[in-house]
């Protein structure tokens, strides 16, 4: 189904649940990551790159190079997330700082140039959508030279997490959201409900990750160590929440997602009370003409014919399956178990 060395590209506000999708991918033995960019959103910029910097040189993955980019959303202020993933965003486990280093040049316009350097990559954004809008206003063409962009984010027709109506990513920087669901870039949406109740590890999922005994398998679970306790506050869910890893499940293997469809999706970015809500036209009403100027007044129409594909139901035992054999393979060097890379520029 698709070529044995796929490409991803990773957008990531590096905390704890991004760290463990990073791994996912730079252990998986058919995909090769072209770059991670770095935007603020759960963990401010600074602590974000360094973040994504541990988790590369923990998977052997010096050669993948990481761009820093938008400190901020685009219009909003910044609003962090450290209360539910630790002050370091890693359950305050106060690692050393890593050796590696970001590369020069502001990660929106690493995105360009990765995405026109590799027509058909995987786009894979984990994080609020600052740095994707910024590299579409760069370059409206990369929406179309992507394969497909896995969104972790959003919570089509239910209950969010930051308010009622809205998922942290999305409710961050909603102007950056809409405009990337505006773009005519194939996104997939991965929606926070997606990620919750069943899909948290439970306890016996964490005692078979920690029985894999390797070094990432103990990371992915230390990291994880605050985000567990807020996930108690936040939900009343007993487990390790873990929305990232479950949306590069569905990146790594699309037939995690069980059921989706494809629909027009606004984001709210007008009222305090919804603010970042993921509308979602489940009826088509906006192909009625007697709905139009309804919608119109909602500012969809300036969406031409975007559409993304909502993911509503994911195979549970499939996504933790993936996550277990990721952590399973030893922290050696390359971005993968089998291929090694020259260093790139
Ligand atoms: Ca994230």
């Not at 036209?281 to 969809?300: E, F, H, I, K």
Request: hydrophobic share 45%; aromatic share 4%.
């Amino acid at each position: 189904m698709y070529h044995p060395m796929r490409r991803f590209l990773i957008d990531t506000d590096t905390a704890s649940d991004d760290a463990v999708a990073l791994v996912m991918a730079l252990r998986h033995p058919a995909v090769r990551v072209e770059a991670v960019t770095v935007v603020s959103g759960n963990v401010p910029l600074r602590r974000a790159t360094e973040n994504a910097l541990v988790t590369l040189e923990l998977c052997g993955a010096a050669d993948v190079p990481v761009f820093a980019g938008a400190d901020r959303p685009l219009v909003r202020e910044p609003a962090h997330a450290q209360w539910f993933h630790g002050d370091d965003g890693f359950g305050n486990q106060n690692y050393p700082p890593a050796k590696l280093r970001p590369r020069p040049g502001h990660a929106s316009e690493a995105i360009v140039r990765t995405i026109r350097a590799n027509p058909g990559v995987e786009l894979v954004t984990l994080g609020p959508l600052t740095n994707v809008a910024l590299a579409l206003a760069l370059d409206p063409s990369i929406a179309g030279r992507v394969s497909r962009c896995v969104v972790m984010g959003g919570n089509p027709c239910c209950e969010g997490n930051v308010t009622p109506a809205a998922e942290y990513n999305i409710w961050c920087d909603p102007e950056a959201a809409r405009a990337v669901l505006r773009s005519g870039m194939n996104v997939e949406l991965v929606g926070w409900q997606l990620c919750r109740g069943d899909a948290n590890l439970d306890e016996s999922d964490i005692a078979r990750v920690r029985q894999l005994d390797t070094k990432l398998a103990h990371f992915a679970i230390d990291i994880n160590r605050t985000a567990m306790q807020s996930n108690v506050t936040q939900c009343g869910e007993v487990g390790i929440p873990l929305p990232d890893p479950v949306a590069m499940a569905v990146a790594l293997d699309p037939s995690v997602a069980l059921q989706s469809s494809r629909h027009r999706v606004e984001v709210e970015c007008a009222s305090e009370l919804t603010r970042g809500m993921t509308v979602v036209d489940r009826l088509n009403v906006c192909a009625d003409d007697r709905n139009r100027t309804v919608w119109t007044a909602a500012g969809a129409a300036a969406a031409g014919d975007a559409t993304v594909n909502v993911v509503w139901t994911i195979d549970v035992p499939q996504w933790k399956a993936l996550l277990l054999r990721a952590l399973g393979s030893p922290a050696g060097p390359g971005n993968s178990t089998s291929v090694r890379y020259a260093p790139r520029g």
